[in-house]
């Protein structure tokens, strides 16, 4: 229920900044779980959504030294079962320049 309402806020279709905050949450969670549902939502997302999300992680990652390493969660979610996963933690791991810490 939970990742269900998480996942409506990453694609709020009445304010994408709801979208930017939840993105930015879940980045600096930086768990499998959260960085995993930010990929499931690409899979769905509209180029718009999909960009606020990138800007939420972007702020999440922006000179946060202790935060996760949301670039090495994504090496491992590449494994994942889920096609849309794996090609939504391709697309994070893009945005974080691809290096892990």
Do not use: F, K, N, Y
């Not at 990453?10 to 959260?34: C, I, S």
């Not at 959504?49 to 979610?77: E, F, K, N, Y």
């Amino acid at each position: 229920m939970a990742a269900e309402v998480l996942l409506a806020l990453l694609l709020d279709a009445e304010d994408t900044a709801v979208t930017r905050q939840t993105a930015d949450a879940l980045a600096r969670v930086g768990t499998l779980a959260a960085v995993r549902l930010i990929a499931l939502a690409l899979a769905v997302a509209d180029h718009s959504h999909a960009d606020w999300m990138q800007t939420g992680v972007d702020d999440a990652l922006a000179g946060a030294d202790s935060l996760p390493d949301v670039a090495a969660v994504c090496v491992q979610l590449a494994g994942d079962g889920e096609a849309t996963v794996r090609h939504g933690a391709a697309e994070i791991l893009a945005w974080t320049g691809g290096a892990t810490r």
